[in-house]
């Protein structure tokens, strides 16, 4: 079964740091790239980070821009998301995807994960 399991969401103050994980199974990680997204309440998804398959190329959305990293370990099938310096509009739902591009996050998608939950309050 070709999926993508996030982990790592939680509870954290304004200023604080969360480090997420997203690992694949039932594919090759090595051939895609891999975009997270977040989806706050009432809100439409938007774009978070996006890294290409071989780790050349990282894309950050301004907003997180400075505060976020994306990074990959594609023989632990597992890319991370490490955030810093958390804000309140941070808080959402962020999942990951997978794209039969190997270098940009643009569609098709091959598949997207169910998402971790992420909050920033004090």
């Known amino acids: 079964q070709v999926q993508l399991v996030e982990s790592g969401g939680g509870l954290v103050n304004p200023g604080g740091s969360l480090k997420l994980s997203c690992v694949a199974s039932g594919f090759t990680m090595d051939y895609y790239a891999i975009g997270w997204f977040r989806q706050a309440p009432g809100k439409e998804p938007e774009g978070v980070s996006c890294i290409s398959s071989d780790s050349t190329s990282t894309s950050y959305f301004d907003y997180v821009k400075g505060r976020f990293t994306i990074s990959r370990d594609n023989a632990k099938s597992t890319v991370y998301l490490e955030m810093n310096s958390l804000k309140a509009e941070d808080t959402g739902d962020y999942y990951c995807?997978?794209?039969?591009?190997?270098?940009?996050?643009?569609?098709?998608?091959?598949?997207r994960g169910q998402g971790t939950q992420v909050t920033v309050s004090a």
């Open positions: 995807a997978a794209f039969t591009n190997r270098n940009m996050c643009h569609l098709p998608r091959l598949v």
